[in-house]
C-alpha cells in the first residue's frame, strides 16, 4: 500500500513540474510576443502628428460650397469657387 501511495505522490509531484515550466514556457513567449508587436507598431497618432497650417475658409456666393482661399475668384468684392460661378461682366 505504501509503494502505491509513492508512486502516486512522485506521480503528481512530476505533473506539477511539467505543469509549472510549460506555463513558465507560455509566459515568456507571450511577452516575447508582445515586444515584438510594441516594436513594430507604428508611432501612436500624438507622436506623429505634425502642425499643418490651416487655410481660410470662403463660401462661394453661386454655389454656397466652401473653399480655400488660395482657389478664391473674387469678383466684385464677392468670392467664387471657380470661374464658372463668377457672374459675367
Known sequence: MTRI???LALALLVYFAIRSK???SQ???EEARRQQQQQQQPPQPSEQRQVVASEEM???AQCGVYFPA???VPIEGRDYCSPAHAPLK
Open 27 to 29: 509566459r515568456r513567449q
Open 22 to 24: 510549460l506555463k513558465q
Open 58 to 60: 470662403l463660401r462661394c
Open 70 to 72: 488660395s482657389e478664391n
Open 5 to 7: 501511495l509513492f508512486w
